[in-house]
């Protein structure tokens, strides 16, 4: 009978035991983080692009992505593909204080183009979420009057990012750019009827 309940006493313990090992035996590494969504569809973009990189480098060809939603249009597009290096930008025969104010004030909208362009090239560059062909549809929606911009679109390498490129060729501009003769027009606070004075007082000034 003691016999038997030794027998019975160290079944229990080793069932115990092999339960409390059972239970509290790690249930290995937790998994490790793999990111948001957005951060896994951003890398495997960077991924695809990178791949595709690598074949145009090699000799290949990849196939247009046209799945997204173009901002240049098909006649603008076909326009600029036709065009010369250098757009071809109207003489102005105006001269005067306001004419002066006018060149100024197109140049800076040429330069905030430029700028607008290249921060959106870094930011897309950085999120690795725009093919080759988005990057250059908005090269082409913004070319319009930039020979930088047009100088990109005609001239670029899929061998370095777009931004890069864009960058050394502003910097290129910048050294060359002459100097205004005149502040840009500010039209933040001027009325129709102040516009218009100013346009008669350029008009006065001409005769």
Not at 66 to 77: I, L, N, Q
Not at 90 to 114: H, I, P, T, W, Y
Not at 121 to 139: G, K, V
């Amino acid at each position: 009978m003691i016999a038997a309940m030794r027998i019975g006493s160290a079944f229990l313990v080793a069932l115990a035991t092999s339960g409390e090992c059972r239970f509290l035996a790690p249930t290995g590494a937790p998994p490790a983080d793999v990111g948001s969504i957005e951060d896994q569809i951003a890398a495997l973009n960077a991924q695809i692009a990178a791949s595709k990189a690598d074949i145009v480098a090699s000799g290949g060809t990849v196939e247009p992505d046209d799945s997204f939603v173009h901002h240049c249009k098909p006649e603008a597009k076909a326009a600029l593909d036709k065009a010369s290096d250098v757009p071809v930008v109207e003489k102005k025969e105006e001269d005067g204080l306001f004419a002066a104010q006018m060149e100024a004030s197109d140049r800076k909208q040429l330069v905030d183009n430029e700028e607008f362009l290249l921060g959106l090239l870094i930011m897309h560059q950085t999120r690795h979420n725009w093919s080759y062909e988005q990057e250059l549809d908005a090269i082409c929606d913004l070319a319009k009057g930039s020979v930088v911009i047009t100088k990109l679109y005609k001239h670029h390498t899929r061998t370095e990012p777009m931004s890069a490129q864009l960058a050394r060729m502003m910097d290129e501009e910048r050294k060359l750019m002459k100097p205004t003769s005149a502040p840009p027009l500010n039209l933040e606070n001027l009325s129709a009827g102040g516009l218009i004075k100013r346009l008669t007082e350029n008009m006065v000034t001409k005769k």
